[in-house]
């Protein structure tokens, strides 16, 4: 078979930028397996992925310009309905063959297959391969129709009449494989090797592609386009921190994966320019000036080692002019009324208080069935006051209220409805300009944290205090009008505040139990279910322990500790690690063993376990060996325990085993006098209430 490399090319007008990278890899990806699936490319075949704001393409190694032929087995029916008892066809074989494209010539050649008790017909026939031209025309077809398209427009051909429907207005196709066009069709357009290359810097135009494996060569040649995305990105990066180095010492574009990715896909021949703004801009806070370059003008603000912000900000260009001056004086002139309106923005909003702002909120929906963010306002600052009173400090519970009732003012300042991604941010600023104490101002805009998983967390007592009372008050709201997350379906963000609150726990310091927690969001709202609240205990902890696993704990692990619902999550971390190392020892095999036959037992017990062992029913040695072993260990592991040391709890228990192994090989249990029963059963509960107070030793047995 004749292999060659292939490429394939449909140059558009531009393309979405956010989504352009999708694009073009999943143009490459489905293009590379349909051609496997038709046999046209081989399992191994390397697969190149280009896309720019005006084109798609795809370089596949290794296709075939045919498909080898293949052997097909056609099962028919069961031999007894397709001959008769002459052994001649019957009208149902006929039939079937007919359908086929065969006839009655056909019967000598069937092949007979016993398939369980009945024999089967088959006909086996050569399946001639596919040809690259047929198998390319469907390639391309179900590439495009499978590409992540949200919207797609709806244009008509040169020739007036045909309509078609794609992303954007497509104006040529290319399709080679090696040197040779395939002769295939879509959107109107015949396959050839004639492109087009950059639109002003181009070399020639149309560019023509020779061959497949020339492609990204000629276009950067000829055409001045850098065709690969990657490679684009790279380049950005290169050029935008040598300008970084240009425009000042330790200076540093800031970093933001998204605009990287976003400005790639904006530009094919990318050079980075350095502009500068007044440095009396610099008044504003910084964030609103980063945001509005980048968000606005996809510009690369320029941050010293200290983060702070520089007057000068990096362009990522398209044309390469001799003199650019006239293009960095275009893009400072742009940027001025951006940043002026900024500074307009944030010297209006100085005018008012935080506190004068919050009758306004009154208006301001939070949900149809939760009422205003005024008054979800209040149910914050009563969680966050309870949180502050429960972690014994008046001082906190005063300053947590009073940062929770503000926490939401800034939604109605003009920065923010000009900007919502700085909620939070600009009302830390305007809590300063009130002349509100720093711990108040941090906590305002810190309340959101985390925001996302590696996002920090609060960054004092207050901001921790508030942020848990804002993802309390959500998630117990949500919870109780039936707004809970379905598969993957959470327009509330309710798991990302559950993971926020379980970091805060188990990183923040803040050592209240879990239910208690969830008894002031509940308070809060005047009401307490039972149902709403096990609900929201459940919901939490399938999300600690799914992140736990995500931090490497195994299964076994988390499910010994977690299962037990541990109240105070910061403790958490500690138990894993006990665990970890119980399992290391040489008895905890056999202990978790017999820690789920003791479980076991007591749930067929039906209630019989007591709570207090009779020391004149304890007949075997055994039993009375066990007694002692529990009257010595249980208490220096309690002991422990109580202490926090969960190591060495777990490790004291492991003197159990002996005692244990023989009480199961020499005493039954399940005694045939009622008492002595029962006396055995509460034993086996001392036991398991001893054994399992760190965590659940059964979970471990495998």
Not at 520 to 540: N, Q
């Given at each position: 078979?004749?292999?060659r ?17 999708t ?27 280009y ?10 190694t ?9 052997p ?11 001959l ?47 040809t ?17 398209i ?58 023509i ?109 398209n ?16 940027v ?10 944030f ?18 929906v ?17 969680i ?14 005063r ?27 600009m009302?830390?600023?305007?809590a ?16 959101y ?51 926020g ?35 929201l ?64 037992i007591l749930?067929?017990?039906?209630g ?21 072993a ?6 220096a ?25 023989d ?14 029963r ?25």
């Amino acid at each position: 078979m004749n292999a060659r490399n292939l490429l394939v090319e449909i140059f558009v007008e531009e393309l979405p930028p956010k989504v352009l990278e999708t694009l073009g890899e999943s143009f490459a990806a489905s293009l590379a397996a349909a051609l496997r699936r038709d046999g046209l490319a081989p399992g191994d075949a390397a697969v190149s992925a280009y896309a720019t704001p005006r084109r798609l393409a795809a370089h596949i190694t290794g296709v075939l310009a045919a498909a080898a032929d293949k052997p097909v087995a056609h099962k028919l029916m069961p031999l007894a309905v397709g001959l008769d008892a002459a052994g001649n066809p019957t009208p149902a074989l006929l039939k079937k063959l007919g359908a086929l494209g065969l006839d009655a010539s056909v019967v000598s050649q069937l092949r007979r297959e016993r398939d369980g008790k009945a024999e089967i017909l088959f006909y086996d026939s050569i399946a001639r391969g596919a040809t690259l031209a047929e198998g390319l025309q469907k390639a391309i077809e179900a590439a495009l129709a499978a590409l992540p398209i949200p919207k797609v427009m709806s244009y008509q051909l040169a020739d007036g009449w045909t309509s078609v429907n794609f992303v954007r207005p497509a104006h040529a196709l290319i399709a080679l494989h090696g040197e040779d066009i395939v002769p295939v069709s879509v959107l109107g357009l015949q396959a050839g090797r004639a492109t087009h290359g950059h639109r002003f810097e181009a070399a020639a135009d149309p560019v023509i592609v020779q061959n497949a494996n020339a492609y990204a060569a000629v276009l950067r040649d000829e055409g001045a386009v850098i065709v690969s995305f990657a490679e684009r990105r790279d380049e950005i990066a290169r050029q935008l921190a040598i300008a970084a180095a240009q425009a000042g010492a330790n200076l540093h574009p800031v970093e933001d994966a998204a605009l990287l990715d976003e400005v790639t896909a904006l530009v094919e021949r990318p050079n980075v320019l350095i502009g500068r703004f007044e440095p009396e801009f610099l008044a504003v806070p910084q964030e609103c000036l980063i945001l509005t370059m980048k968000a606005n003008q996809k510009y690369f603000p320029l941050l010293d080692a200290n983060g702070k912000l520089d007057n000068s900000f990096l362009i990522v260009s398209n044309i390469r002019p001799d003199d650019p001056s006239a293009v960095i004086g275009g893009n400072e002139r742009v940027v001025r009324p951006r940043l002026a309106d900024a500074r307009f923005f944030f010297e209006q909003d100085k005018k008012k208080t935080l506190e004068s702002r919050l009758p306004a909120l009154e208006k301001v929906v939070y949900h149809n069935k939760l009422g205003s963010q005024a008054e979800r306002g209040k149910r914050v600052a009563a969680i966050a006051r309870a949180i502050g009173a429960a972690l014994g400090d008046a001082g906190l519970a005063r300053q947590s209220e009073e940062a929770a009732r503000l926490a939401k003012a800034d939604l109605l300042t003009e920065m923010v409805g000009e900007f919502p991604e700085l909620q939070g941010i600009m009302g830390r600023y305007y809590a300063l300009n009130d002349g509100l104490p720093p711990e108040v101002a941090d906590a305002i805009e810190d309340h959101y944290k985390p925001r996302f998983a590696g996002d920090a967390l609060p960054r004092g007592m207050t901001g921790k205090t508030v942020a848990l009372a804002d993802k309390l008050e959500t998630l117990f709201g949500m919870f109780s009008i039936g707004q809970t997350p379905t598969g993957d379906k959470d327009p509330f963000a309710l798991r990302r505040h559950a993971l926020g609150i379980i970091r805060i726990l188990l990183e923040g310091g803040v050592n209240i139990p879990l239910d208690d927690l969830l008894a002031y969001a509940a308070d809060s709202f005047g009401s307490g279910e039972a149902e709403v609240l096990d609900s929201l205990r459940g919901f939490i902890f399938e999300r600690l322990a799914g992140s736990l696993r995500e931090q490497g704990y195994t299964a076994h692990e988390v499910d010994a500790v977690v299962s037990l619902k541990p109240q105070l999550l910061g403790d958490i971390p500690k138990r894993l690690a006990a665990v970890r190392a119980f399992s290391a020892l040489p008895e905890a095999g056999a202990l978790a063993a017999a820690n789920k036959r003791v479980g076991n037992i007591l749930k067929k017990s039906d209630g019989a376990a007591g709570t207090a062992i009779e020391t004149a029913l304890l007949k075997e040695n055994a039993e009375i060996a066990l007694v002692r072993a529990l009257d010595e260990i249980a208490p220096a592991a309690a002991a422990a325990f109580d202490k926090g040391d969960y190591a060495q709890s777990l490790q004291t228990l492991a003197a159990l085993r002996g005692p244990v192994d023989d009480f199961f090989d020499k005493v039954m249990v399940n005694a045939e006098d009622a008492a002595l029963r029962a006396n055995r059963f509460a034993l086996l509960a001392r036991l398991h209430g001893a054994m399992n107070r760190v965590a659940d030793l059964s979970r471990l047995s495998v």
